[in-house]
């Protein structure tokens, strides 16, 4: 079965900024682990997908799901000199061909029920035909028919072995297996039937890979490579390149570069190495050049996401049910408004590992680690670390895990308050004031029993809690009066009618929406808390949840989803991440679905979803998966408290150009009218926050002609002004 999926378009990937419905990939591309050669083009494969240096300029291009590419979790990439097609193989088995910029997908593999391991583990491609070497035979691809057009099942007495490798003599061809090595004619018309073929009995082991250099079979483990002539062997961190017949060495030392997984020398002669923790290293005349990695976080692991003063926080740690840390080191990534990167890791924040959150206020960043307590930052420089010491036992150590400080999240009041939870200690919520004062709280149970997880702050100053470990949720009021204890409240809210009414105990986040209202995804769905200033009172305070009916059924929203993350945009819409359905974007109400997003239906690399946030003023949402991180821009932003400057994207609007316009810097339900520069009225619609979106057609749905149009806006009080212009260009 092939699929053409559809052409490249690599100038609005690019752009700084992407047009309403479009896609942005933000993956990390550190990690390199294959390599291969176009006539132009230097590719290489890596943890974040695939991208290649073009040879004339030495620019960086990326492809994945986000340009046109059917599947993530690529595994090779090989080109056809003859046909000028590049085959593409995935993890999973999937197959894409790139011809003329088109992209065709053979799922053929991909679908196939095979018993046991499926993997395609090497390319080689001889008169346009691609042999690949998988687990379970050699299966053949006709690039051109673009199609399989035959699997060899190998092995003695049809007891079949997984092919690693493949290679042709001027007579032969060879397959390094697990059995050992097998040839056969290569001219034999019979080569799919397991008795052609004859085990080399010389050559017993389970080989990686097999070369054929001048008739001469060489075979080899992972770490040897064969291309342009060149023999290359990787042994620790040293390259050893043999030519000409494999005289002459040339040995290459590197000590920066210890974990190589490929090595490819160009048809320049130029060596190049997949490094797995330096992403793509070029070597000249034996000498190291440089390195190559695109822009983007320092991995592909997401535990949160905040998007705060035009900076993107990507928080890499973790934990295993609020137990055993991950123990990652490389802390957070940092995206700034000039899409500039940088990478706080362990050393950076003063040996904090498993950083989970971070809060934001007046230029300082604190850090939630949950192993060393709470990280300060300015200018990129370590104020200090928070602990036990210097917070006068405030941050206590956890009983069971060696002493370590586990912060699960941090906020800000507005009053300038850091608050933030600490889990297995007696008093987990705690605040260190604009003062400079740290004080804790108490929830009256036994500190091995508390696990937490998200923290919000609502309109009322209550903080709202989630506890790990199918906990439910608390609520704390310390009254405005953070020193004194006697006045405060709490509760917790569990999933009986009377004490909270949760959809299940089993919490994952929890989110207050623009209206006040506290919305809490659970493992079977969402509860709302429509009136949280009530929550102390003997009147009913339960969570509602949402019945939507579908004809004679009714079912609770997302009731049999497990609900990762609930995030608000601008026009009071919600956008929720789930474990396995992937993104939902539903009405400010709850009761529409406004879109649905799948790794099928969409570019997503993953249905499970980790958390969302939104660049409140251009309205691109930030999608961290289980892949890593993409975005989309949507239609909806926050609005201005008073009009200034609105921007218009695209403008001008060119020929080629059929997509959504956005009109952004609005202020919160604007109505906008545009006009043609006689004044007569093309299109009028009302704001989703502060952004508003046309399609470039008038009131009859043409398309409106070449020339200069206004843009009004008026606002909740009737006043209207000109907001912007627009150029149309046919």
Same mark, same amino acid.
């Given at each position: 079965?092939?699929?053409?999926?559809?052409?490249?378009?690599?100038?609005?990937?690019?752009?700084?900024?992407?047009?309403?419905?479009?896609?942005?990939?933000?993956?990390?591309?550190?990690?390199?682990?294959?390599?291969?050669?176009?006539?132009?083009?230097?590719?290489?494969?890596?943890?974040? #997908?695939?991208?290649?240096?073009?040879?004339?300029?030495?620019?960086?291009?990326?492809?994945?799901?986000?340009?046109?590419?059917?599947?993530?979790?690529?595994?090779?990439?090989?080109?056809?000199?003859?046909?000028?097609?590049?085959?593409?193989?995935?993890?999973?088995?999937?197959?894409?061909?790139?011809?003329?910029?088109?992209?065709?997908?053979?799922?053929?593999?991909?679908?196939?029920?095979?018993?046991?391991?499926?993997?395609?583990?090497?390319?080689?491609?001889?008169?346009?035909?691609?042999?690949?070497?998988?687990?379970?035979?050699?299966?053949?691809?006709?690039?051109?028919?673009?199609?399989?057009?035959?699997?060899?099942?190998? #092995?003695?007495?049809?007891?079949?072995?997984?092919?690693?490798?493949?290679?042709?003599?001027?007579?032969?061809?060879?397959?390094?297996?697990?059995?050992?090595?097998?040839?056969?004619?290569?001219?034999?018309?019979?080569?799919?039937?397991?008795?052609?073929?004859?085990?080399?009995?010389?050559?017993?082991?389970?080989?990686?890979?097999?070369?054929?250099?001048?008739?001469?079979?060489?075979?080899?483990? /992972?770490?040897?490579?064969?291309?342009?002539?060149?023999?290359?062997?990787?042994?620790?961190?040293?390259?050893?390149?043999?030519?000409?017949?494999?005289?002459?060495?040339?040995?290459?030392?590197?000590?920066?570069?210890?974990?190589?997984?490929?090595?490819?020398?160009?048809?320049?002669?130029?060596?190049?190495?997949?490094?797995?923790?330096?992403?793509?290293?070029?070597?000249?005349?034996?000498?190291?050049?440089?390195?190559?990695? *695109?822009?983007?976080?320092?991995?592909? +692991?997401?535990?949160?996401? /905040?998007?705060?003063?035009?900076?993107?926080?990507?928080?890499?740690?973790?934990?295993?049910?609020?137990?055993?840390?991950?123990?990652?080191?490389?802390?957070?990534?940092?995206?700034?408004?000039?899409? +500039?990167?940088?990478?706080?890791?362990?050393?950076?924040? #003063?040996?904090?590992?498993?950083?989970?959150?971070?809060?934001?206020?007046?230029?300082?960043?604190?850090?939630?680690?949950?192993?060393?307590?709470?990280?300060?930052?300015?200018?990129?420089?370590?104020?200090?670390?928070?602990?036990?010491?210097?917070?006068?036992?405030?941050?206590?150590?956890?009983?069971?895990?060696?002493?370590?400080?586990?912060?699960?999240?941090?906020?800000?009041?507005?009053?300038?308050?850091?608050?933030?939870?600490?889990?297995?200690?007696?008093?987990?919520?705690?605040?260190?004031?604009?003062?400079?004062?740290?004080?804790?709280?108490?929830?009256?149970?036994?500190?091995?029993?508390?696990?937490?997880?998200?923290?919000?702050?609502?309109?009322?100053?209550?903080?709202?809690?989630?506890?790990?470990?199918?906990?439910?949720?608390?609520?704390?009021?310390?009254?405005?009066?953070?020193?004194?204890?006697?006045?405060?409240?709490?509760?917790?809210?569990?999933?009986?009618?009377?004490?909270?009414?949760? *959809?299940?105990?089993?919490?994952?986040?929890?989110?207050?929406?623009?209206?006040?209202?506290?919305?809490?995804?659970?493992?079977?769905?969402?509860?709302?808390?429509?009136?949280?200033?009530?929550?102390?009172?003997?009147?009913?305070?339960?969570?509602?949840?949402?019945?939507?009916?579908?004809? /004679?059924?009714?079912?609770?929203?997302?009731?049999?989803?497990?609900?990762?993350?609930?995030?608000?945009?601008?026009?009071?819409?919600?956008?929720? #991440?789930?474990?396995?359905?992937?993104?939902?974007?539903?009405?400010?109400?709850?009761?529409?679905?406004?879109?649905?997003?799948?790794?099928?239906?969409?570019?997503?690399?993953?249905?499970?979803?980790?958390?969302?946030?939104?660049?409140?003023?251009?309205?691109?949402?930030?999608?961290?998966? /289980?892949?890593?991180?993409?975005?989309?821009?949507?239609?909806?932003?926050?609005?201005?408290?008073?009009?200034?400057?609105?921007?218009?994207?695209?403008?001008?609007?060119?020929?080629?150009?059929?997509?959504?316009?956005?009109?952004?810097?609005?202020?919160?339900?604007?109505?906008?009218?545009?006009?043609?520069? +006689?004044?007569?009225?093309?299109?009028?619609?009302?704001?989703?926050?502060?952004?508003?979106?046309?399609?470039?057609?008038?009131?009859?749905?043409?398309?409106?002609?070449?020339?200069?149009?206004?843009?009004?806006?008026?606002?909740?009080?009737?006043?209207?002004?000109?907001?912007?212009?627009?150029?149309?260009?046919?």
């Amino acid at each position: 079965m092939k699929k053409i999926i559809l052409l490249f378009i690599p100038f609005l990937i690019n752009a700084q900024d992407v047009p309403i419905g479009y896609w942005k990939d933000y993956q990390s591309y550190t990690s390199a682990s294959y390599i291969s050669e176009s006539d132009k083009k230097i590719y290489c494969v890596t943890n974040g #997908g695939l991208f290649y240096i073009n040879k004339e300029d030495n620019t960086i291009n990326r492809k994945s799901k986000v340009t046109g590419l059917s599947d993530i979790g690529i595994k090779q990439v090989k080109y056809d000199y003859d046909s000028k097609i590049t085959i593409i193989t995935y993890e999973n088995c999937n197959i894409d061909l790139l011809k003329n910029n088109i992209i065709v997908n053979i799922s053929d593999i991909k679908r196939k029920e095979i018993i046991g391991e499926k993997l395609i583990n090497s390319i080689i491609i001889k008169d346009r035909i691609a042999y690949l070497s998988c687990t379970f035979g050699l299966v053949l691809v006709d690039l051109e028919n673009e199609e399989v057009k035959d699997t060899y099942r190998i #092995g003695q007495n049809g007891n079949f072995r997984a092919i690693n490798s493949c290679a042709f003599s001027s007579n032969n061809i060879f397959v390094a297996s697990e059995g050992g090595i097998y040839y056969a004619d290569k001219n034999n018309s019979s080569l799919f039937d397991f008795n052609s073929w004859v085990l080399d009995t010389n050559r017993s082991d389970n080989y990686q890979n097999i070369f054929i250099i001048e008739d001469s079979i060489w075979v080899g483990d /992972e770490n040897s490579f064969y291309n342009n002539s060149s023999l290359i062997l990787s042994i620790n961190d040293t390259i050893i390149k043999y030519d000409n017949l494999l005289l002459n060495p040339d040995t290459l030392f590197h000590n920066q570069f210890e974990d190589i997984n490929f090595i490819y020398k160009d048809s320049e002669s130029n060596l190049w190495v997949a490094d797995e923790s330096n992403g793509l290293l070029k070597f000249t005349d034996s000498q190291y050049q440089e390195s190559f990695v *695109p822009e983007g976080p320092k991995r592909n +692991d997401i535990y949160s996401l /905040e998007y705060d003063n035009n900076r993107l926080y990507i928080s890499h740690g973790g934990h295993t049910n609020f137990g055993i840390n991950s123990l990652i080191k490389d802390g957070v990534s940092i995206k700034d408004k000039f899409n +500039d990167w940088l990478n706080y890791d362990y050393y950076k924040l #003063g040996n904090s590992r498993d950083i989970l959150e971070v809060a934001i206020r007046n230029g300082k960043e604190y850090y939630a680690s949950w192993y060393n307590g709470i990280a300060e930052m300015k200018d990129g420089e370590l104020i200090t670390n928070h602990g036990y010491a210097n917070t006068n036992g405030v941050l206590d150590t956890t009983y069971y895990s060696n002493n370590r400080i586990r912060i699960s999240d941090l906020k800000f009041d507005n009053n300038g308050n850091l608050w933030g939870l600490s889990s297995e200690v007696n008093h987990p919520l705690f605040v260190k004031t604009k003062n400079d004062e740290w004080f804790s709280f108490s929830m009256d149970q036994d500190r091995v029993e508390l696990f937490f997880d998200d923290l919000i702050i609502d309109q009322y100053n209550q903080k709202w809690g989630v506890i790990g470990r199918s906990g439910g949720i608390f609520v704390y009021d310390d009254n405005n009066t953070i020193s004194d204890i006697s006045d405060d409240q709490h509760k917790i809210l569990k999933n009986t009618l009377g004490e909270g009414n949760l *959809p299940s105990m089993r919490v994952y986040c929890i989110a207050e929406d623009l209206d006040g209202e506290i919305w809490v995804g659970t493992d079977k769905g969402i509860g709302i808390f429509y009136n949280p200033s009530t929550i102390f009172s003997d009147n009913n305070s339960d969570a509602q949840q949402i019945l939507i009916t579908e004809g /004679e059924y009714g079912q609770y929203l997302l009731s049999e989803e497990k609900v990762k993350c609930i995030t608000i945009d601008g026009a009071n819409r919600k956008w929720i #991440g789930t474990e396995k359905s992937g993104v939902f974007l539903i009405s400010d109400d709850g009761m529409d679905e406004i879109q649905h997003f799948t790794s099928y239906n969409s570019p997503l690399f993953s249905d499970n979803i980790y958390d969302i946030t939104i660049n409140p003023s251009n309205g691109e949402v930030f999608i961290g998966t /289980e892949k890593g991180l993409i975005s989309y821009r949507s239609d909806a932003t926050n609005g201005a408290k008073t009009q200034l400057i609105t921007k218009v994207f695209p403008n001008p609007v060119r020929e080629t150009y059929n997509g959504i316009i956005s009109i952004n810097g609005l202020v919160t339900d604007a109505n906008i009218k545009i006009t043609d520069i +006689d004044g007569n009225l093309v299109f009028e619609s009302f704001s989703k926050g502060g952004q508003a979106s046309w399609n470039g057609k008038n009131k009859n749905g043409d398309r409106v002609s070449t020339g200069v149009y206004l843009i009004f806006s008026t606002d909740i009080n009737g006043i209207e002004k000109i907001a912007s212009k627009i150029l149309f260009i046919h």
